[in-house]
């Protein structure tokens, strides 16, 4: 089986769903091991590939890499997957290229339904024109949550095919076993990009006005990943508070004694497709704040607290958490459940084609 992905999402510093897609290869390889894999993109992909039965293709003509990534899938992917002979695509980056080969695509979230004004201009164009058509032809449709499911039916009418929730990086990972704290001071926690949909700056301001008020004098408010865009922090009269660390792109490797030393991970989010950063803590036992919508509490468990995202029930879902007891481990998701639904997933669209 040759198998065609959309790895836009693996070239550069990942993100979650670049997370999503590599953890979720690696497991597919083992896994399958007669199949090859051809992983396309406008520049290279800086993965370690295994073996020969990996095929990085990265776009050779100059003029189509200044092309806007969701561009190019439309003008130039189809083309390549189609030279290589692939038995069956995965629109990882949910948008499909033209191709003539069955297809399965992974629906993230619905930004673009949902909360436009958070997107960059260009993504929010091509999901508005090409989003539910591509949806609608996909022969599978995956998503990453139950509530992203119920809110693809609900808004386009298409019915999702299976669900293949993110995994935890470290499920296996006991937070005791990871003894060196990344700060002295206690501190909450948040894992997210900068960018107006994570509502980061709700969640500065929650923290400021909770140290205004001398409730929690001794923590800082540790903010872990890249700049994105968007809104800036509130100004501090010139300068970022003491309390405030930013430490912008964190390697896998130190992000884990974040998650298991924090006294809470913090999800502020106006909405998100599942909420991986919540799922994280909670497989250490970390409390976790969280806004208050479906695809949160799926993704925190029965643990989590959930909370309006405002200034105001931020904060006082941070004191609430703080007041609490540091709960069980929960190990609810992992890469190899992930990877099993896709392998469903390509298997049943090629059987499909096969009928039709």
Sequence with gaps: MRVGVDARCLTGQLTGIGR?????????????????????????????????RWHSSAEPNPLYRRMPGLLWVKARLGELAIRDGIDVFWAAGTLLPTLNCPSVTTV?????????????????FAYKRWFASDVLRADEVVAISRGTASRLHRHIGRTTDLIATPGARWSSVEGASISERPFAEPYLFCAATREPRKNLVSLVRAVASLKARGEIPGHLLVIAGARGWGAGF?????????????????????????????????????YEGFGLPAAEAAAFGTRVVATDIPELREAAGSTGIFVQPDVEGIAEGILKALAGPRPKPVSTFTWHGTASVMLEAFESAVSRASRA
């Design 20 to 52: 999503y897609v590599r953890e979720t290869l690696w497991e597919l390889y083992g896994m399958r091991p007669g199949w090859e894999w051809f992983l396309y993109s406008r520049t290279p992909v800086h993965l370690p590939l295994p073996s020969g």
């Design 108 to 124: 993230y979230d619905l930004n673009h339904l949902l909360v436009p004004e958070t997107m960059p201009i260009v993504n929010r």
């Design 234 to 270: 509130p100004d501090f009269e010139g300068k970022p508070p003491g309390w405030l660390r930013e430490l912008g792109y964190v390697a896998d490797e130190a992000m884990a004694a974040l998650f298991a030393h924090a006294d809470a991970l913090v999800q502020p989010s106006i």
